[in-house]
T-cell receptor, first 111, second 113 residues
């Protein structure tokens, strides 16, 4: 059974720092991996989608990488801003088109 | 206007009551999903529907039922609510075919007393 883990559960960094969020999964037979942002009261916003054949995706200050063989993905945030404060979730696409989710990393960017 | 809407946004109810959560979308997507989120846990899939006539159980369907009234509408019902169904519920949509990006509604916070 696929399990997705995100460590740490919470992270606090000063504004301006570059940072990396981690996501690991136990079964490398995934179809894709998505990173989401969750803001209280606003639902989830898809940030990046990496297909299983891809190694990375970039959007603005965000870069997500995927290493299926090691069961790992990272989300790199450059030049962090207070507006980046949110909970970041990763989810892997498994069988039957279902997503298996990590519990998230709560990120706080201190001004 | 939001592409995926959920009503109500917040609901407090009592044990044993029947509750319906509604989801509507204007994205024209065929696939719709219901998830629940508990504190400290990832989202878990309750039910999903690939079209109006195709409804499937997810990981945690016990105690829940769904209805896909139209392409744009997907409702989740708790026939007899119990306290451990207190959670944040999300509806999501995606286009048909393969593994595609999912788009989420704002969530419904349900409390069962």
């Amino acid at each position: 059974k696929q399990e997705v883990t995100q460590i740490p559960a919470a992270l606090s960094v000063p504004e301006g720092e570059n940072l990396v969020l981690n996501c690991s999964f136990t079964d490398s037979a995934i179809y894709n991996l998505q990173w989401f942002r969750q803001d209280p009261g606003k639902g989830l916003t898809s940030l990046l989608l990496i297909q299983s054949s891809q190694r990375e995706q970039t959007s603005g200050r965000l870069n997500a990488s995927l290493d299926k063989s090691s069961g790992r993905s990272t989300l790199y945030i450059a030049a962090s801003q207070p507006g980046d404060s949110a909970t970041y979730l990763c989810a892997v696409g498994g069988s039957n088109y279902q997503l298996i989710w990590g519990a998230g990393t709560k990120l706080i960017i201190k001004p | 206007d939001a592409d995926v809407t959920q009503t109500p946004r917040n609901r407090i109810t009592k044990t044993g009551k029947r509750i319906m959560l509604e989801c509507s979308q204007t994205k024209g997507h065929d696939r719709m999903y219901w998830y629940r989120q508990d504190p400290g846990l990832g989202l878990r899939l309750i039910y999903y529907s690939f079209d109006v006539k195709d409804i499937n159980k997810g990981e945690i369907s016990d105690g829940y039922s769904v209805s896909r009234q139209a392409q744009a509408k997907f409702s989740l019902s708790l026939e007899s609510a119990i306290p451990n169904q207190t959670a944040l519920y999300f509806c999501a949509t995606s286009v048909a075919g393969g593994y595609n990006e999912q788009f989420f509604g704002p969530g419904t916070r349900l409390t069962v007393l």
